[in-house]
């Protein structure tokens, strides 16, 4: 069960061409068996005979019509066809493919391999800056992070989530005199993070126009770099205010962290480390600052200590990469943030690279979220919340499972809507490439029609409906220890959908695409919720009754199992 359909095929291929032509040796070419773009031409289809007709000096066809010839055919293969110039189409037994999917039925991880046992992955996601509020931008890198953190785990990877979080820097300098001059006690307390955000703007403001207030702005900030302990002290408190901030909207979201350490951390590291690289010749000093210069790369130049001797993110990036291959050995550090960083991690790896840092180290960039002019009527210049967005969130979602089941308890529906509004914020995201430019739309996040979380939740919860229906009807018989009949071709095609989600979970960590999972998912509930309107259910003759509850059943799991992946709730009734 632990080794996808299209591996398996494409393993077994590979044989009957080293079988057919055993004159050559195939190490160069690529033979590979992947799921047919079109029922007509079976369920899965290999191209390879095309490519290694020339090496063969045959037609194509000639190579592929060999290879049907003399291929043995394994247990789950019913025929081989050929197709076109010399393709080879696959159809799978009806039989072996039911029996597949009663063993998926009772699969943890329904089929999915894993892969990554014995390796580790740090993910550094979210990331927000100390004493100011999370927004919108927040969302994307921490729910596609949490999303790929996911899933990595269901692969069996030891993956270490990290949130780096923006506690040091010049703002403190500014926000501490901010604190001490207009402090409003009583407002601290009800709202912490909205009162250190508007000490650092009318601070910042402040010093904006008068030079003096911004030199003392600089002295607090030299002795809290010096360890001043009332500073400490202050700085500790903005920390403490912020996390517990941050943790709130984690919780909300279903977001946690094994690591939660800021730029602080890594910060007496720092003129070692400078120190190291100028040693190495990685860095050189240019007009007063040291910096990396990577034309080899095609890079500019990276400043690494700027000419009045301070340090940038690019060295607490630097310190960081150090620290985690030192004490968790990864074999890869993925950093999900929006495009606007592609510059700052295309150097920090490449001085990475010349220190001889072996760990992988991938960018997942993202374009950004942007919202309808006038979706919220709460905004602080063009910053919307986040605690604004999942409070409208779950509003709008209360509304939509009070017009579906009115007679639902309202502490049910108040449970409902936190998950469905929830999942329809994640899944805006999650669904969509996350390269591009996502405009969030109410209308569509909360469709029950079409490609949204509420589809996909209120799908999983017809069919546990279904099921409720079946053990009312016949209390006395057990649909689970039936056999599942494929006989139907919508069954058929829910079977072949089933199975290629033990491919789609790899394929989606392996392009750092959840996008992928989620497009799987909705094409899944798409078809089943066709084949329920199309064919009888509880009505159906005994034993095809049990068959299509039985098959609902696999597919609630992996809807199930796909949502949670995606850090999306699947409530039991809507």
Request: hydrophobic share 40%.
């Amino acid at each position: 069960m632990k080794e996808p359909m299209d591996i398996m095929l494409t393993s077994w291929m590979r044989r009957n061409f080293e079988s057919a032509f055993p004159e050559i040796a195939l190490n160069d070419f690529q033979i590979r068996v992947a799921p047919a773009t079109s029922p007509e031409f079976g369920d899965y289809q290999c191209n390879a005979a095309m490519a290694l007709a020339k090496k063969l000096k045959l037609p194509p066809r000639a190579v592929a019509s060999r290879i049907i010839e003399k291929a043995e055919k394994p247990e789950c293969v019913a025929r081989l066809d050929l197709a076109g110039p010399g393709f080879i189409n696959i159809f799978l037994s009806n039989e072996w493919l039911a029996q597949r999917i009663e063993k998926l039925g009772q699969d943890g991880q329904s089929g999915v391999p894993n892969i990554g046992e014995n390796r580790t992955v740090i993910i550094d996601y979210s990331s927000p800056n100390i004493a100011k509020p999370m927004h919108i931008g927040h969302i994307r890198s921490t729910v596609i992070g949490n999303a790929l953190y996911r899933i990595l785990r269901f692969l069996g990877y030891n993956v270490i989530a990290d949130n780096h979080l923006g506690d040091w820097g010049t703002q403190f300098g500014i926000l501490i005199m901010g604190f001490r001059n207009f402090a409003d006690e009583k407002a601290l307390a009800e709202s912490p993070i909205e009162e250190l955000e508007r000490l650092y703007v009318k601070s910042y403001e402040k010093a904006s126009q008068d030079e003096a207030w911004m030199e003392k702005c600089r002295q607090e900030l030299v002795k809290l770099q010096s360890g001043d302990a009332e500073n400490i002290a202050l700085w500790e408190k903005f920390v403490k205010l912020s996390i517990a901030d941050f943790e709130n909207i984690y919780r909300r979201l279903d977001v946690k962290f094994d690591l939660v350490r800021g730029e602080s951390y890594y910060h007496e590291r720092l003129p070692e480390l400078v120190a190291n690289l100028r040693e190495k010749g990685i860095i050189r000093e240019s007009e007063g600052a040291l910096a990396a210069f990577l034309e080899d790369e095609k890079l500019p130049p990276a400043i690494v200590r700027k000419s009045d001797g301070a340090y940038n993110y690019l060295t607490t990036d630097l310190a960081t990469v150090l620290s985690r291959v030192g004490e968790f050995n990864p074999e890869a550090i993925i950093y999900v943030t929006d495009e606007r960083q592609q510059l700052h991690f295309n150097q920090l790896f490449a001085i990475c690279r010349r220190m001889g840092i072996a760990t992988r180290l991938n960018h997942v960039w993202f374009g950004l979220m942007r919202l309808p002019q006038g979706t919220f009527s709460t905004r602080e210049g063009n910053v919307i919340k986040l605690i604004k967005l999942l409070d409208e969130a779950e509003s709008r979602a209360f509304t939509l499972v009070q017009e579906i089941n009115p007679e639902m308890p309202d502490t049910e529906k108040r449970e409902v809507a936190r998950a469905v509004g929830i999942g329809a914020v994640k899944y805006a995201d999650l669904s969509q490439n996350p390269q591009s430019v996502v405009t969030f739309s109410w209308e569509k996040a909360l469709a029950l029609n079409g490609n949204s979380a509420p589809y996909l939740q209120y799908t999983y919860a017809r069919i546990r409906s279904v099921e409720s229906k079946y053990r009312q009807q016949f209390p006395n018989t057990e649909f689970a220890a039936c056999n599942i009949i494929l006989k139907e071709p919508q069954e058929r095609l829910l079977a072949l959908h089933l199975i290629r989600f033990a491919e789609i979970v790899p394929l989606a960590a392996q392009l750092f695409k959840p996008s992928i999972l989620a497009e799987y998912l909705y094409q899944l509930a798409s078809v089943y919720n066709l084949f329920y309107q199309n064919v009888p259910f509880l009505k159906a003759p005994d034993g095809v009754r049990e068959s299509r509850i039985r098959l609902g059943g696999v597919i609630a799991g992996v809807l199930k199992k796909g949502l949670y992946l995606l850090g999306i709730e699947t409530p039991e009734r809507i």
